[in-house]
């Protein structure tokens, strides 16, 4: 398979993702949305509204800066090891770059011939199956 053909199967594949996590976000915000009403119905019940309306109020409150502290935990973590990885990177191409530089300084021909057979071997590893 080309790689032409990998990329559009692979955008084709993530909209589809997408588009199936914002339903299940919209359904999963409407059924919060009845939860909430219902614990405040409730709470009404047993508590005058002023207050039914300050505990859900409260509870909302300490749920969303759970979230948010906890969201900013992962974010903080993602962000580490996606530097280590660009160092990593880094490191990996800079290697490449001196060792390619090594090798047309030391002999130009062999050169040509190593970037001829990579070119081969990306079209033979990229090209229709």
């Known amino acids: 398979m080309s790689l032409s053909r990998h ?3 692979y955008a ?3 909209a589809l993702w997408g588009a199936m996590g914002v339903a ?3 359904l999963a915000l409407a059924a919060l949305g009845f939860f909430i009403a219902a614990t405040y119905i ?3 019940g047993h508590f005058t509204p002023a207050v039914a309306c300050l505990i859900t109020g409260g509870t909302l409150l300490a749920l969303a800066a759970a ?3 906890i969201g900013s935990a992962a974010l903080r973590a ?3 090891r996606e530097r280590a990885r660009l ?3 880094n490191v990996t191409i800079s290697t490449a770059l001196s060792l390619a530089a090594y090798l047309v300084r030391r002999d130009p021909k062999k050169a040509i011939i190593f970037s001829l057979l990579a070119g081969v071997l990306a079209e ?3 090209g229709e199956s």
Do not use: I
């Open 7 to 9: 990329v559009s199967f």
């Open 78 to 80: 993602a962000q580490a």
């Open 12 to 14: 084709r594949a993530s």
């Open 42 to 44: 409730w709470l009404c």
């Open 87 to 89: 160092a990593q990177f």
């Open 67 to 69: 979230s948010g502290l």
């Open 24 to 26: 299940v976000l919209a």
């Open 124 to 126: 033979f590893l990229s």
